[in-house]
């Protein structure tokens, strides 16, 4: 791999513009990267949430035409493409939304959503469903919310026996 040569120092040109330590989007300007040979832009080395680096030109940032970078899923949609993201966001209408025809049962009732990404949901699950049999499940607290700790990926029987409705036999 082609290691970077970035200059040590800023130019000092008056219309200048220092973007350093700035946020755009999902990026994070690390430093000055030079300026582009042709047009004499300032490109900068640039970071995004997602922990990728790409060296962006800095009208390019300042006109939001670059707001993350390429491989970030979340952003270009990639996310949707997965299952388990109809789970996801299915989970938390019914938890936040008092237009879901399952809000009586959920979010009327106080069951929360806990999971602010749909990597964080995963996570939890320890990742994705083992079969498209399994469904989400509120386990072990079914009057849970919808917590880390408290989701698992179940087939229909054991989420059948851990309904509001089911019989709990003593042991």
């Known amino acids: 791999m082609k290691k970077l040569r970035l200059p040590k120092t800023l130019p000092k040109k ?14 994070k ?4 990267a030079g300026r582009e040979k042709s047009s004499f832009n300032a490109r900068w080395l640039c ?19 670059s707001s993350h970078c390429k491989t970030s899923l979340h952003r270009t949609n990639q996310v949707t493409k997965y299952p388990e993201y109809r789970v996801y966001t299915e ?3 019914r938890c936040t939304n008092p237009n879901s025809t399952s809000w009586d049962q959920y979010g009327k ?19 994705f ?20 700790g408290n989701v698992r990926w179940a087939l229909p029987w ?14």
């Not at 009732?109 to 990742?127: E, P, S, V």
């Open 14 to 27: 008056y219309n200048f513009l220092n973007e350093t330590g700035k946020h755009y989007g999902d990026w």
């Open 29 to 32: 300007v690390i430093r000055y």
């Open 47 to 65: 970071q995004c949430s997602c922990g990728h680096r790409a060296i962006v030109r800095g009208s390019k940032l300042r006109s939001g035409e």
């Open 91 to 93: 989970a938390r209408q």
């Open 109 to 127: 009732r106080g069951i929360k959503f806990r999971f602010k990404t749909f990597w964080q949901f995963i996570a939890a699950l320890n990742g």
């Open 129 to 148: 469903r083992p079969s498209p049999r399994h469904q989400i499940d509120r386990f072990p607290d079914n009057n849970g919310n919808y917590e880390v």
């Open 158 to 171: 054991q989420n059948a026996l851990n309904r509001r409705t089911s019989l709990k036999m003593a042991a």
